[in-house]
């Protein structure tokens, strides 16, 4: 039987008994999963490349809800290593995992231990890959998958979700509100919170990813992160941390964070060298992924790359789609914004002299493309001619609804089609608020949109339209 460790505080050092919490109630600081390095070089390893063979260093589970996580190739990255003449470029795709992103080794985890607890739903605040993680293993388990999103998401995300079967509400601009209101209705229906920020068993799933490249191609001299919470960065630093200690490796890694320039809390933290994020008023970036204003493995993330001797950068949108191509184009590798951005920086850094050519460097691919909001836009023109009459039919649909009533989006999408998702109901009303056909309010705590004089002339002009058909 594998001994479950405590939870310690990474500030005071109480220890707490495992169960639900992240937080120190003495003094508020984070807590972790810590083993102790005697036990960590007793440990075997055994079975194939997969999550669940670092069971022996994951706390106890005794149901293992799997669909095959884990495992994850590391490719040699040689025709975009040549291009950026970086000799040791390599690329961890956990797009390759069952739901597409690195969150399934999470969900594996987390959805075992609600299992293990005997709960029947959980609840969880998401910006898009959790959600999706959740939602396939929940199915697999037979629990009720609960979760929040935020106005912004990405379709594809969106629709796996739809897919899984989880029930879907959105709350919030970005994810942060939605953190908050799920560690709220956690706390009212006693559902088992499965939020990334507010469970530590989420870290402690995405460490392997350290202990799997590892034993790939050994320790490299840097590990490039997409950073939002900052947990992946915390997760994997302690992750390599673990295999010192273990006698496993004789170094560490030193690490890059990567945040988009509309949303960079840690990144600007750490170039002013503060120990805790900035605020940030007002976010804008495409890399929903890592959207987070307030990232609350923020400080866990700025002290694992001051630990680390690392460093933080932050891409323009232009940098990671235009490097979305690339990848695409010359590794068959399909990767979504936050995930091409860990490339996209590389040039960066080797033009400040951060990165020496001959460096061997890790690339974290958490996600697949294929999840992302406007796929086809983001990578061709041509796509502006799909679907246009599909597009204005939709428009129009939604037209017609607003004007019998107002409306918000959530009881919107009920009315549309059965295909159609919440996001792409809020990205037609985003899109018809541009152009002045819709206005929205706020009553209360949500967003109703009403119809404008302008919108109204669009109908009248349709109908006279189909008069003359």
């Known amino acids: 039987m594998v001994l479950r460790p405590p939870l310690t505080c990474t500030e005071c050092g109480k220890e707490f008994e495992p169960y639900l919490i992240v937080r120190c109630s003495y003094c508020g600081g984070l807590l972790e999963y810590k083993y102790e390095a005697d036990y960590l070089k007793r440990v075997e390893l055994k079975g194939p490349l997969s999550f669940w063979r670092y069971r022996p260093v994951l706390p106890r589970v005794e149901n293992v809800v799997s669909l095959g996580e884990g495992g994850t190739p590391l490719h040699n990255s040689r025709r975009l290593g040549e291009s950026l003449e970086l000799k040791k470029l390599y690329l961890k795709d956990e797009s390759q995992n069952p739901t597409n992103s690195f969150r399934d080794r999470c969900a594996s985890l987390i959805v075992s231990n609600a299992v293990d607890l005997r709960y029947d739903a959980l609840i969880a605040a998401t910006a898009g890959n959790l959600g999706a993680s959740l939602a396939a293993y ?9 979760l929040l999103v935020p106005k912004a998401v990405d379709i594809g995300k969106l629709a796996q979700m739809i897919a899984y079967d989880a029930s879907i509400e959105e709350h919030g601009e970005t994810v942060d509100e939605a953190v908050e209101q799920a560690e709220k209705l956690g706390k009212e229906t006693g559902w088992y919170q499965a939020t990334f920020e507010l469970n530590p068993l989420a870290a402690e799933a995405l ?3 350290a202990f799997e490249v590892a034993e790939q191609i050994g320790v490299p001299d840097w590990v490039v992160i997409p950073m939002g919470s900052g947990g992946t960065v915390y997760a994997l630093w302690k992750g390599f941390k673990e295999l ?10 030193r690490l890059v964070g990567v945040q988009a320039k509309g949303c960079s809390p840690i990144v600007d933290a750490f170039q002013l060298k503060r120990k805790e994020p900035l605020d940030v008023a007002q976010a804008s970036t495409r890399a929903l992924a890592i959207c987070v204003k307030r990232p609350v493995y923020g400080v866990a993330a700025l002290a694992a790359l001051s630990e680390s001797s690392g460093i933080a950068i932050s891409v323009d949108d232009e940098d990671m789609i235009k490097m979305e191509k690339e990848l695409g184009h010359l590794e068959g590798l399909f990767a979504e914004p936050a995930s091409s951005a860990t490339v996209a920086c590389l040039s960066i850094l080797l033009d400040r002299g951060v990165l020496d050519r001959s460096d061997k460097v890790v690339c974290l691919i958490t996600s697949s493309g294929l999840k992302t909001t406007d796929i086809l836009s983001t990578l061709d023109k041509r796509s502006k001619s799909l679907g246009m009459s599909y597009r204005v039919a939709t428009k129009e649909k939604i037209l017609r609804i607003i004007q019998g009533d107002r409306t918000y989006g959530y009881d919107l999408w009920k009315k549309m089609e059965k295909g159609m998702t919440l996001g792409a109901v809020y990205q037609h009303l985003t899109e018809l608020e541009e152009r002045g056909l819709i206005a929205s309010f706020v009553d209360g705590k949500r967003r109703y949109f009403g119809i404008t004089s302008r ?3 669009v109908l009248k002009a349709l109908d006279d339209l189909k008069s003359l058909l």
């Open 207 to 209: 460490k392997t990813t």
């Open 244 to 253: 010192e200690a273990s006698g496993r490796t004789a170094s560490l890694p």
């Open 138 to 146: 929940s199915a697999k388990a037979d629990l009720r998958c609960n």
């Open 455 to 457: 919108g109204l002339n």
